[in-house]
């Protein structure tokens, strides 16, 4: 019997199982993946965001933004992320690629119904986020369906490392249609 | 008296602290800061760093990484890089815009004499990190001062946000030798 980190299959598995332990979980590491992006002026970005839904059989996920923030900008510009967690319990690094689509207006509007009141000061504010304010809290949060955004991450590739007493590190790949390869650490 | 988050100076004072402490304490979230950056074709990125030193007064830091690591390769092409923190505990974001300078060679030999035995090992994997490779632990750990790098990352701006009862966030940025701006969270 071999540990789940010693075989890709293994591995694998590992990895979608940390994802969903991460939408049902407040406190596990993969709740707040780092999310990186690249700017329109050509600046790579990164800041933590919620993982929201995950799901194994589309190889994808979903976060959710509000629509006047700065990665929506970046995005739209360049329809691609990196997503990133470290999860020191498991020693597990899971780097995934995803292509990224947005959804916005009615298309999110059931979803933006089931939001309880506390969590939907999280989208909207005035004026948008990142704009410059006279004083520090020249600003009203003014939840909105109109700022609420869904991004649906279509995985393409992922790369996870598990640091044990010896490293092994492997991708998968939608074009190999997820079968897994060892890499060099 | 006003708490260190409601000034600007307060908010840049403890940017600096939480850098400082990165770097004196193994434990501490800035010791492992994630860095992003731009792959030579065209995809973001993101992974964790050790962080190494920091410097106020020449408002920079340094990362020591692998020649021959992937990084590299995106660093060469794009030589900058963006930085996150995020620290539970004084419900702090750090993000950090840098350009990225690389050192090896003789340049770099005098700190790869430092560096304890037990740590050299993460300079120098053959084949190369990223190879593909038959079985999971086909590779070999090969100490090598010819693969050690070190990056030196020049702060062009820092973008703070400390989530309290009320959000405050505020930028830093060179180019307005660091006198701050308060920002919409």
Partial sequence: M???FETLGGLKSRVWETLARGVAEP???ARLPNFATLSADGWPEVRSVVLRSVS???HSLTVHTDLHSA???SLRAHPRAALHVWDAEQALQLRLQAE???ATGTDTRALWEKIPDHALQSYGVVPRPGARIETALDYVKQPDPATFAVLTCRIV???VVHLGPDHRR???SRASNWAGQWLSP
């Fill in 2 to 4: 071999s540990n789940w």
């Fill in 27 to 29: 406190e596990h590491p």
């Fill in 56 to 58: 194994h059989r589309d």
């Fill in 71 to 73: 990665k929506m900008r």
């Fill in 100 to 102: 990224v689509s947005i």
């Fill in 157 to 159: 590739t992922i790369d």
């Fill in 170 to 172: 492997a991708s998968f």
